[in-house]
Nanobody, 127 residues
Framework: VQLQASGGGLVQAGGSLRLSCAAS????????IGWFRQPPGKDREFVAA????????YYADSVKERFIISRDSAKGTVFLQMSSLIPEDTAAYYC?????????????????????WGQGTQVTVSS
């Protein structure tokens, strides 16, 4: 499973960005995809995820109402639409996936269940 994150950049506070995570994998719809971020000097943290079964979405409290995760299974891509960005959103953003068909609803925010990781894409929000 190969994951390619893109779409990061420099944006002013209040602005928007859309991140993409392209997956090179068969049966893409069988994979939960999560987004994590690592702010400078801090640990990596959960941002959002979309479950493989039913498309249920999950969000960190810090991004709820501002970020939206979605998937285009035909294109094998998951998107993270980020709006009302604040300087605290500055981080390297990573997309990741647990093994196919994993039942991880109760651990979806735990990075330990994610076996596959893409490279990061940097998001910088200026004040």
């Amino acid at each position: 499973v190969q994951l390619q994150a893109s779409g990061g950049g420099l944006v002013q506070a209040g602005g928007s960005l859309r991140l993409s995570c392209a997956a090179s994998v068969r049966a893409f719809s069988s994979y939960t995809i999560g987004w994590f971020r690592q702010p400078p000097g801090k640990d990596r943290e959960f941002v959002a995820a979309i479950y493989w079964s039913g498309g249920t979405t999950y969000y960190a409290d810090s991004v709820k109402e501002r970020f939206i995760i979605s998937r285009d299974s035909a294109k094998g891509t998951v998107f993270l639409q980020m709006s009302s960005l604040i300087p605290e959103d500055t981080a390297a953003y990573y997309c990741a996936a647990p093994p196919r068909l994993s039942e991880v609803r109760d651990k979806i925010r735990d990075e330990k269940v994610y076996a596959y990781w893409g490279q990061g894409t940097q998001v910088t929000v200026s004040s």
